[in-house]
T-cell receptor, first 112, second 114 residues
């Protein structure tokens, strides 16, 4: 069964600190992995997308990594800001049909 | 360029009623997908429409249905509402609707069933 597990479920960090969110998946055959940021009361916004051959992708202070062998991805946030407070969702697509597998997200709170 | 819009933003219904939600995609996008988001289950895929045809469907009962119009606008209908249908309903649009396409989400419709 295709699954996407995210950890931690929630995280609180001080403004200016770095943090790393994890995503482990069992989706096969793998097509791509995407990280979304969802602010409270808004729809998700795509941060990065990675295919099998990519192992790092950056978007400003956000850097996603992918290890297709171990089926793990991480999202690293550098020098966190209060605006980074949001839910971060990992979505893994299978390379067969239209199959989107969603993690339940990590809720990040950045405090002053 | 205007983003994805959803109406209404908030809705309160009682059990047994039906509800229709609307989604206007980004201009030029032909694919519209619908999702249900709850704290316990996270995001779950409902269905995807492309050029007025339902191409893909998630594992939801037949009470959940949708349609897409020739201008790519889409509606989602839920009949015989149950308490468990309380959720944030999100729609997303993209050019082709493939999983490699970037989906742009609307702000969602918050449905509360009493």
């Amino acid at each position: 069964k295709n699954q996407v597990e995210q950890s931690p479920q929630s995280l609180i960090i001080l403004e200016g600190k770095n943090c790393t969110l994890q995503c482990n998946y069992t989706v096969s055959p793998f097509s791509n992995l995407r990280w979304y940021k969802q602010d409270t009361g808004r729809g998700p916004v795509s941060l990065t997308i990675m295919t099998f051959s990519e192992n790092t992708k950056s978007n400003g202070r956000y850097t996603a990594t992918l290890d297709a062998d171990t089926k793990q991805s991480s999202l690293h946030i550098t020098a966190s800001q209060l605006s980074d407070s949001a839910s971060y969702i990992c979505v893994v697509s299978a390379n067969s049909g239209y199959a989107l597998n969603f993690g339940k997200g990590t809720s990040l709170l950045v405090t002053p | 360029k205007a983003g994805v819009t959803q109406t209404p933003r908030y809705l309160i219904k009682t059990r047994g009623q039906q509800v229709t939600l609307s989604c206007s995609p980004i201009s030029g996008h032909r694919s519209v997908s619908w999702y249900q988001q709850t704290p316990g289950q996270g995001l779950q895929f409902l269905f995807e429409y492309f050029s007025e045809t339902q191409r893909n469907k998630g594992n939801f009962p037949g009470r959940f249905s949708g349609r897409q119009f020739s201008n790519s606008r889409s509606e989602m209908n839920v009949s015989t509402l149950e308490l468990g249908d309380s959720a944030l309903y999100l729609c997303a649009s993209s050019f082709w609707g493939s999983t490699a396409d970037t989906q742009y989400f609307g702000p969602g419709t918050r449905l509360t069933v009493l």
